[in-house]
């Protein structure tokens, strides 16, 4: 049995975008070429510490062609990826912090459908933990109200670039 949505999306616009790839890239995160993995936020709540960010699956991917051929499924590592971005962009919105967040870990993974293009995918992100050299949150994929994926994530901050982070813990409701 699945576990309970991170937050409940029925009460989202999940058709408005907040952020542009452009500005995800541009502003919060370095990666470029294929790995500008997030098309766009279309939830974000400082208070809840909550995000939605969403990535369109296509027909087109660079992945596409060899995963698998005649039946392509969106690779794991690329949802988990998707979450890590995620993750790292809401540290980033609550610290204002310029400092490399480095993928650090995964745990309490769990794949529970394919995602197959064409497909919108909702990655839910919540922030559970902020220090000064770690970040952590619970994420989840969604595609069609189903979830499709699960896992908690670990980002480093790595420590040569950008201002120091205040340490804070977030419990479960967000405050």
Not at 92 to 116: I, M, P, S
């Amino acid at each position: 049995m699945p576990p309970p949505m991170l937050f409940d999306l029925a009460g989202l616009d999940l058709s408005r975008t907040l952020l542009t790839r452009r500005e995800i890239y541009d502003v919060y995160l370095p990666h470029r070429h294929e790995f500008m993995l997030l098309d766009g936020v279309c939830h974000h709540n400082d208070a809840g510490n909550q995000l939605v960010a969403f990535h369109d699956v296509t027909t087109s991917a660079w992945w596409v062609r060899g995963h698998v051929p005649g039946r392509p499924l969106l690779p794991g590592v690329l949802m988990l990826e998707l979450a890590a971005h995620a993750i790292a962009l809401m540290g980033k919105l609550l610290t204002h912090n310029e400092a490399f967040v480095a993928y650090g870990g995964v745990d309490e993974c769990k794949f529970r459908q394919a995602v197959v293009p064409p497909a919108r995918l909702y990655v839910l992100s919540r922030l559970d933990e902020l220090r000064p050299r770690r970040v952590r949150g619970s994420a989840q994929g969604v595609v069609d109200g189903k979830l499709v994926f699960e896992a908690k994530i670990t980002g480093q901050v790595l420590p040569d670039v950008g201002s120091p982070v205040e340490a804070q813990t977030f419990n479960s409701a967000g405050a």
